[in-house]
């Protein structure tokens, strides 16, 4: 079950969730442990300690960063990758730095293999 402060945080930043907005979470909030999260065993290295996902009713999820100090970061992946494979697969190129990265050099060498071969017609 969310707890109260939660769901009122959530009402209150959720189109900065949505707008890809990084949120501070504020010390107040109970503990992501006692509110329904999930402890995630792997997520992209960003200097965290514990990762915490919560999958939201649109199939995305939020996500949260808890550093050594206490400090939290809160995300939303628009992909949740616990939802099986294609879900895994939309949320490595929409939502990690390194997806993003590999699909910008696919699209890029998608784009030269299209223009070697028009080039080859033409010639
Ligand atoms: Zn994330």
Redesign the pocket.
């Known amino acids: 079950m969310m707890m109260y402060g939660w769901s009122s945080w959530f009402e209150q930043n959720w189109w900065a969730l949505c707008a890809g907005n990084n949120l501070v979470i504020p010390a107040w909030l109970p503990h992501p442990s006692t509110a329904g999260f999930k402890r995630l065993e792997l997520?992209g290295p960003a200097g965290q300690v514990a990762d915490w996902s919560l999958p939201l009713m649109d199939e995305s999820r939020v996500?949260i960063h808890e550093y050594e100090n206490g400090a939290m970061l809160a995300?939303r992946?628009k992909h949740d990758p616990e939802r099986g494979p294609v879900k895994a697969v939309a949320h490595f190129f929409t939502?990690t730095t390194l997806g993003k990265v590999t699909a910008a050099v696919a699209i890029t060498s998608a784009i030269a293999a299209l223009l070697y071969l028009i080039v080859r017609r033409i010639g």
Do not use: E, P, Q, T
């Open positions: 997520a996500h995300h992946d939502d």
